[in-house]
């Protein structure tokens, strides 16, 4: 399905990056797995790699715009060019118990928006030279249902991402590049539903008609939007999250 792709898939050092990375390789692609945490990253191109497909592991902060440029240059340099950006390193379990939007340090604030809405940005701008290059591109940014719940400065950073994804498809559709969002529901992944408090996975149980998904349930949907059935596709934000948000 992906044969002579080349993706990028940010965060994928464990959970759902891991799986993204994972489920890209399988189809064929060749894989680069940038991560701010090298050490998952590796052992997860590790794994991708004992099993016969074509990986590269690179520490990546996708907040810091030369970081970004050089796991771009890295891609292209290690297996040709850059087709697929999978932007899905973001903090969220770091924000839990810093305080409402009133009270949380400004710090913190600018740090969250840092990695979750201009680091996707960062990583897009470096893809692009090589994309526009093949004149065909697939970026796919992670959104959250949080995005669509008046949330805190998580849910904010991710409302931001589906009006980026709006923006950017419009403004590369030019050039091939197709650009749509994943908003996930609540993942078991030990950032994500696995640390969620009993209390808080009983609501979660009794409020949403399929309630916990793993990663590999994401799978399915990123490989719809980097694969060639979803040519005709750019702008659009793909709710999986088991019934939870309702959108028109």
């Known amino acids: 399905m992906l044969e002579g792709k080349v993706a990028i898939v940010t965060g994928a050092g464990g959970g759902i990056g891991r799986a993204y990375a994972k489920g890209l390789a399988e189809a064929g692609a060749a894989v680069v797995l940038a991560d701010i ?26 907040s810091d715009e030369e970081s970004a440029n050089a796991m771009a240059a890295t ?9 697929i950006l999978v932007n899905n390193a973001a903090l969220m379990a ?4 810093q305080g409402t939007l009133t009270t949380m340090s400004i710090d913190m604030w600018n740090r969250t928006m840092a990695v979750n ?5 960062l990583c897009v701008r470096a893809v692009v030279p090589y994309m526009r290059e093949r004149g065909y591109g697939k970026v796919v940014n992670q959104s959250s249902g949080g995005a669509f719940m008046g949330a ?14 709006l923006s950017l498809a419009r403004e590369l ?3 091939g590049i197709r650009v749509n969002a994943i908003a996930p529901g609540y993942v ?7 640390a969620a408090p009993p209390a808080l996975r009983a ?5 949403i008609p399929f309630p916990f998904g793993d990663p590999e349930d994401l799978v399915p949907g990123l490989l719809y939007l980097v694969g060639p059935g979803s040519d005709w596709v750019t702008g659009h934000t793909l709710n999986i999250d088991g019934g939870w948000i309702p959108r028109t």
């Open 173 to 175: 559709a030019s050039f």
């Open 117 to 121: 809405l201009t680091g996707p940005l």
């Open 75 to 83: 891609a292209a340099e290690q297996f040709g060019s850059v087709d």
């Open 94 to 97: 770091e924000i839990v118990g």
């Open 203 to 207: 609501m979660i149980e009794k409020s």
């Open 37 to 62: 945490n090298i050490d998952g990253a590796q052992a997860a191109a590790k794994e991708l790699t004992d099993a016969g497909h074509q990986v590269l592991a690179v520490r990546t902060d996708v």
């Open 188 to 194: 078991n992944t030990e950032a994500g539903a696995v």
């Open 152 to 165: 805190n400065a998580y849910g904010i950073s991710k409302l931001g991402i589906v009006s980026m994804t």
